[in-house]
């Protein structure tokens, strides 16, 4: 194979191989629409390009130049690089799907629709899109249990219910809580000098104690010692020795020795800061995207920039997000 993609494999996987540090030195390489679909092929078949085919796999594939896909002489099923990912069916090249990638990723505080469509001269609409597409990449897929000290807190996301008309009344229906919030869980690893800590975070349909201490079993491992604030719900998580609960009552301190949730609701400020100041308003059934958005940078964040974007470029294969399931008419 003589594909210039396909060379640059080598250059790509190699071990030595280094990432741009900042966005200047990234548009040189992933503004360009064949550097950009090579990277891409590089790093979703390191070992060589084979058919994504369920039930096939075969490596027996020829390149088609003048149309950028593969034929694969097993199957004889014709695919492209996009196919079974997050880019599938989209008309837009890798260059300005790589460049919203690495835009998002490395904003601590967001990046609007409006400002990536001005960016890559976009629509609003289809940058809104790309924006979606993208946070469900960065979903972390890993089932690992947070081990102690764990940090467990609730929060409350969105508009005032009363305010809103009756049709997005009807839309937003159960989801909205009776404070006229969505009801948010974070449980957060405490950090050591060994590691960085990973944070959880997620809608819940309520804030009531089976629901929040359904949560920390399946996130938590038994025995650890789990930090709460003196909420009703969490009460009964030491029963049977289940967890060493240590409770902080905010209506008294904040802080008591090492007995605290400080750790949860700094991460709780950066996300409600993301959503007030740069999304504004998102939709309830949009929440958890942009929540696990923000999961992703926290659980990132002692990578640089450019170690960061190729993370949510390899996760990007094997998710699909089509237009009519975002917008619920799937």
Known sequence: MTHSGLLLQNKYTAHKVTYPRTLAEA??????????HAFVVALRWPSGVACPRHGCGSANVHFIATRKTWRCNDCKRQFSAKVGTIFEESPLGYDKWLLAIWLITNAKNGISSCEIARSLNVTQKTAWFMLHRIRAAM????FEKLAGPVEADETFVGGIFKSMNNKRKA??????????????MGIVQRSTEDHKGKVRAFVVPFIEGGVLKGAIRKHVMAGAEVHT???????????????????????YEYVRGNVHTNSIESFFSVLKRTIKGTYIAPRPQHLQRYIEEQVHRFNEREKTDGERFPVVVKQADGVRLTYKKLTGKD
């Open 229 to 251: 604030d003196g909420w009703k719900g969490y009460k009964g998580l030491d029963s049977d020795e289940a967890y060493i609960h240590h409770v902080i009552d905010h209506a």
């Open 27 to 36: 548009i040189p390489t992933y503004g360009d629409p064949e550097k950009a």
């Open 171 to 184: 839309r937003v229906g159960r989801a909205w809580s009776e404070r006229g919030k969505v009801a948010v």
């Open 139 to 142: 979903k972390s897929g890993t």
